[in-house]
């Protein structure tokens, strides 16, 4: 995880005679949306041409990410007029609606019929498909955006608003989108480097236009602890978010479709709590600690992290928590059995005469991923921190987040693969933006991953093979504060935005883009 001490098919199309439609198709092989992603029986249907032949055949709006399919038709599109308002089809959907209205600066009416001029949101009939998918069909100086879930009809209205920035219209025809990937994201450290709640929430507004979906918080490590604790508080930082703060943040993600994944990471990086509790510190035979080590021997440490975790599990509505279990410092010496007795001891009383402290720190990790379980969500955890062979393996059920093929436990993402673990890429090769670009890190660009980038793509620049597609889940883009006073926070928000443009674009559809970087570069001023 942290970084401080390691180093498909163009689209086919058909021109036909002028009172029929064209259909741009750009779904990969298995991934359309047919006819069961849950779209209204209208919004199936061909687009009608427009009774005048004055108007050219429409292009597909432009937005990024782009849309994956494009039924195009005659006639002028659609714009905001003086009278035009946004309704909704369904009361589940009003937020979205009066989100949109504000945005666009017309009116909300409501759950009314919709108007010449308006734009309709509104749940599918059926109810079934892809939750992230929508259809977008504008026709009759009208827009009706519908999907089997709330979240695809907004991403639909993010579709509407980028094409309208960008081209003060949105196309006749229809749009049938989804996302190839179901997480995806931005990864905080806002341990190491404090960034004000304002700073978040811009962060998450940035992000729900591009569609991405997971905002992960890293808010413990040796250096600080930055949300507001009741069960410890002895071990929050001076500079610190508020809980308020975090509800407030946390109700905004939840409007945006935006799933916040909290995370204290153990048994290594606990050096904030262990300032408070000295006591709990590893140490060897020596008395040497180990920098943000707990002592995974003593029943004091599981305790005092499962607290943390089962209150942050409350606080955090999603359905995802991260327990870190990378780099734990007692597994990087020659001998840890030697070095680290207490250890040595616990693991065979509690795991048999073979055990080793290996095996006394997956168990740690299968522990504390129960936690999680019990509080009804999935664990997640860094991949060095999955370990081969010995008497305990990490549970199935553990996400893997793999980062980095260098730290001692990590393997081969085609080894965690192989054993059927679902997998989210965070290669450090492409994905990690670290704060002063230590141990041979630079600061990644949007331009590599755009280019050179896939879902695939887990360790170095190989990508796994295409069998393994539908186990990798997804990708964030991590941002470390190794050194946090290199930028202010300003400096982040601009370094990592064509980051995520970029990475918006390959996990929605993750193809080799039509536009060329340049081009995309250009669309992103114009459609923000």
Do not use: C
């Not at 009116?107 to 919709?114: D, L, N, W």
């Not at 002592?295 to 509505?317: C, G, Q, R």
């Not at 048999?352 to 955890?381: F, S, Y």
Request: glycine share 8%; hydrophobic share 40%.
């Amino acid at each position: 995880m942290s970084p401080s001490r390691a180093p498909l098919v163009a689209g086919a199309a058909v021109a036909v005679a002028a009172a029929v439609t064209l259909t741009v198709v750009v779904w990969p092989e298995g991934s359309g949306p047919g006819a069961g992603n849950g779209a209204s029986a209208s919004s199936r249907t061909s687009v009608s041409p427009s009774p005048t032949r004055s108007y050219p055949l429409s292009s597909a709006p432009r937005t990024i990410p782009a849309v994956r399919e494009h039924t195009a038709a005659r006639g002028p599109g659609w714009k905001p007029a003086k009278d035009s308002t946004v309704v909704a089809a369904d009361p589940e959907l009003a937020d979205e609606a009066k989100l949109l209205a504000k945005e666009l600066k017309i009116g909300y009416r409501g759950e009314k019929s919709a108007r010449s001029g308006d734009v309709e949101l509104a749940l599918a009939a059926s109810g079934k498909g892809d939750p992230e998918s929508y259809t977008l069909k504008t026709a009759d100086n009208r827009v009706t955006i519908s999907g089997p879930g709330q979240a695809g009809v907004f991403y639909g209205t993010r579709t509407l608003k980028q094409s309208l920035n960008a081209d003060d219209t949105v196309p006749e025809g229809v749009v049938r989108d989804t996302p190839d990937r179901p997480q995806r994201g931005l990864n905080l450290d806002i341990a190491r480097k404090h960034y004000t709640a304002d700073w978040i929430e811009d962060r998450l507004r940035q992000m729900a236009d591009l569609k991405l979906n997971q905002l992960g918080l890293h808010f413990s490590d040796d250096q600080a602890f930055r949300i507001e604790s009741d069960t410890h508080p002895e071990v929050v930082s001076e500079e610190h978010l508020t809980k308020a703060e975090v509800r407030r943040i946390v109700k905004l993600a939840q409007s945006l479709h935006i799933t916040i994944v909290a995370e204290i990471d153990s048994p290594g990086h606990l050096g904030a709590v262990l300032k408070a509790h000295p006591d709990l510190q590893l140490r060897n035979t020596q008395g040497v600690a180990r920098q943000g080590a707990v002592d995974i021997s003593k029943a004091e440490s599981a305790k005092i992290v499962d607290d943390l975790l089962t209150e942050y599990a409350e606080l955090f509505p999603g359905n995802w928590f991260h327990v870190g279990a990378d780099e734990y410092q007692a597994l990087t010496v020659s001998d840890p059995a030697a070095s680290y007795p207490q250890l040595a001891e616990a693991a065979r009383k509690k795991y048999g005469a073979d055990a080793t402290v290996q095996d006394l720190t997956e168990g740690w990790l299968n522990d504390r991923a129960a936690v999680i379980i019990k509080a009804k969500k999935i664990p997640k955890a860094w991949n060095d921190g999955f370990f081969a062979g010995g008497t305990v393996a990490g549970d199935k059920g553990i996400e893997v987040e793999y980062w980095t093929g260098k730290e001692i436990g990590a393997r081969p993402p085609q080894d965690y693969l192989a054993e059927g673990r679902k997998v989210i890429n965070l290669n450090d090769e492409f994905l990690y933006y670290v704060l002063g670009e230590p141990n041979d890190f630079t600061y990644p660009t949007g331009e590599r991953i755009y280019e050179q980038w896939t879902p695939l793509v887990l360790r170095g620049t190989e990508p796994v093979a295409e069998r393994y597609s539908k186990q990798i889940l997804g990708a964030r883009f991590a941002v470390w504060g190794d050194f946090p006073n290199a930028q202010t926070q300003a400096q982040v928000a601009e370094g990592i935005r064509m980051p995520l443009n970029a990475l918006s674009q390959k996990v929605w559809d993750p193809r080799e883009p039509k536009l060329t970087w340049a081009q995309f570069q250009k669309l992103a001023d114009e459609t923000s």
